[in-house]
């Protein structure tokens, strides 16, 4: 393996084995992730009308205020997040994933999904969570695209909205993650 392919797998491996290594971290530090997690969606809101449209129309939000994402060629990315339905905390998850191709960067973002149908809550909640592109339909709004949510985008199953990016990475998509509840 040359220098440059061994460095990379090296880097993604670290950067994997991260959150298992945080697990035991992770349930000790649970209510500064809930109070992290209400921050970041308070500063969406201010931020977003829409976020705000969706959040009064929303079954449950999953706030995940912290993804790390990273790659060179093949990349991983990572956060917890906190599942709110009436303002309460009620379910922790973690969003995992990988992907290959021409990327380069790393980047530190914000994601909030507004779960619209009482099918995207009770799917999440059955299954543990799921994989992006199985299970109820997710439309990402992203900055530009914010202003057209209304009562009619508010019927999909979800809505995904990314913020707080900060890095040089400006994929913000989450292609080939997984969300699994963290049952710990």
């Known amino acids: 393996m040359n220098f440059t392919r061994r460095t990379?797998?090296?880097?993604?491996?670290?950067?994997a084995t991260a959150g298992a290594v945080a697990g035991p971290a992770?349930?000790?530090d649970r209510s500064k992730l809930v109070a992290r997690a209400r921050e970041s969606l308070r500063e969406l809101e201010d931020s977003s009308p829409a976020a705000?449209?969706?959040?009064k129309s929303a079954h449950?939000?999953?706030?995940?205020?912290?993804?790390?994402k990273a790659g060179f060629v093949f990349g991983a990315e990572t956060g917890d997040g906190v599942l709110f339905e009436g303002g309460k905390a009620v379910g922790f998850y973690n969003l995992s994933g990988?992907?290959?191709?021409?990327?380069?960067g790393g980047q530190d973002f914000a994601y909030a999904l507004f779960l619209m149908s009482p099918d995207a809550l009770r799917y999440l909640e059955k299954s543990g969570g799921w994989q992006a592109g199985t299970g109820p339909s997710i439309t990402v709004v992203n900055?530009?695209?914010?202003?057209?949510?209304?009562?009619?985008t508010a019927t999909h199953d979800i809505l995904a909205f990314p913020y707080n990016g900060k890095g040089l990475m400006a994929d913000l998509t989450f292609q080939g993650a997984k969300i699994t509840h963290v049952k710990r």
Do not use: C, M
């Open 143 to 152: 900055k530009g695209a914010a202003a057209e949510v209304d009562t009619s």
């Open 60 to 68: 449950a939000t999953l706030v995940f205020p912290s993804i790390l």
């Open 8 to 15: 990379t797998a090296l880097s993604l491996l670290a950067f």
């Open 52 to 55: 705000r449209r969706a959040a």
């Open 98 to 104: 990988g992907s290959w191709g021409l990327q380069i």
């Open 26 to 28: 992770f349930a000790r």
